[in-house]
Nanobody
């Protein structure tokens, strides 16, 4: 069972930056697939960015060029650097992980964090 704990959310003005962190524990497998999702009020959860054990990354079109996903394999921390934030980025952001390969921005992941709120004001 993987435990995921997000941190780093907060309130910023449009154009600002935030870095989210997700501390992962309890996983001993060699391969891992991790991702960030978000859910805004009244909307479905959507995939934002994903990364695999080899460092391959993929981004949703809405965040491409503004967000960067990365992972510290020694500390077992997943990051999401968010720049040029927009009001439409306001959502609860979730970290997700799985040992199985799947469609990276689809919520097939078995392990989820509790989420961290990001609010961007105009």
């Amino acid at each position: 069972q993987i435990s995921l704990v997000e941190s780093g959310g907060g309130s910023v003005q449009a154009g600002g930056s935030l870095r989210l962190s997700c501390l992962a524990s309890g996983y001993t497998g060699r391969r891992s697939y991790m991702a960030w999702f978000r859910q805004a009020p009244g909307k479905e959860r959507e995939g934002v960015a994903a990364i695999d054990s080899d460092g391959w990354t993929v981004y949703a079109d809405s965040v491409e060029g503004r967000f960067t996903i990365s992972k510290d394999n020694v500390k077992n921390i997943l990051y999401l650097q968010m720049n040029s934030l927009k009001p439409e980025d306001t959502a609860i952001y979730y970290c997700a992980a799985d040992s199985r390969r799947g469609l990276p921005l689809i919520s097939y992941y078995q392990n989820w964090g509790q989420g961290t709120q990001v609010t961007v004001s105009s």
